[in-house]
T-cell receptor, first 113, second 111 residues
Framework: DVKVTQSSRYLVKRTGEKVFLECVQDMDHENMFWYRQDPGLGLRLIYFSYDVKMKEKGDIPEGYSVSREKKERFSLILESASTNQTSMYLC????????????FGPGTRLTVL | GENVEQHPSTLSVQEGDSAVIKCTYSDSASNYFPWYKQELGKGPQLIIDIRSNVGEKKDQRIAVTLNKTAKHFSLHITETQPEDSAVYFC??????????FGAGTRLFVKA
């Protein structure tokens, strides 16, 4: 079974703090994604990566950056957290090579005070 | 831009009844339509999918239908059970790296 783990289930940070969310997968998938999930808005893509050190902006990249130094790890960084970044953050992986099914981690619920 | 509209946002059914969730997509190049189920405290998980060269697919109590002309696809759950209670997301994929998700449907199955 594909396993996607996220470093924290719940996180509380203060406005202006730098926040790191980590995602690790164990199935050698090519593609990795970061989404945020908000009620009534579904899943919105923040950033994705199709290879080590490669990254592409999604629909809502403002205020976020990402890092993929190793194939199995994809990090989401909030340089200076703001209250409007309070949300559920979901990491997903995709095998690549024409296989489009995504596999999600359990999510990190981030609260910015 | 591309979008996927999903209805209803909330659905409540009696155990044993059927549930239907409908989605409409905008990009005619979409060729892959997965459905994900998200249980409380978990990430979404694929439950069924359909590709654009197929009109219907069934897996036990779950079926998906696709109407490419109308750009509609639907999820049908028969003989609903309490464990079907969850949030369901439809999505469309056009190839490349981008999957567009609907806003989600919260399904309640009353025992």
């Amino acid at each position: 079974d594909v396993k996607v783990t996220q470093s924290s289930r719940y996180l509380v940070k203060r406005t202006g703090e730098k926040v790191f969310l980590e995602c690790v997968q164990d199935m050698d998938h090519e593609n990795m994604f970061w989404y945020r999930q908000d009620p009534g808005l579904g899943l919105r893509l923040i950033y994705f990566s199709y290879d080590v050190k490669m990254k592409e902006k999604g629909d809502i990249p403002e205020g976020y950056s990402v890092s993929r130094e190793k194939k199995e790890r994809f990090s989401l960084i909030l340089e200076s957290a703001s209250t409007n970044q309070t949300s559920m953050y979901l990491c997903a992986t995709e095998p690549g090579q024409g296989t489009d099914t995504q596999y999600f981690g359990p999510g990190t619920r981030l609260t910015v005070l | 831009g591309e979008n996927v509209e999903q209805h209803p946002s909330t659905l409540s059914v009696q155990e044993g009844d059927s549930a239907v969730i409908k989605c409409t997509y905008s990009d005619s190049a979409s060729n892959y339509f997965p459905w994900y189920k998200q249980e409380l405290g978990k990430g979404p998980q694929l439950i069924i999918d359909i590709r654009s060269n197929v009109g219907e697919k069934k897996d036990q109590r779950i079926a998906v239908t696709l109407n490419k002309t109308a750009k509609h696809f639907s999820l049908h759950i028969t003989e609903t059970q309490p464990e079907d209670s969850a949030v369901y997301f439809c999505a469309s994929h056009t190839g490349g790296f981008k999957t567009i998700f609907g806003a989600g449907t919260r399904l309640f199955v009353k025992a």
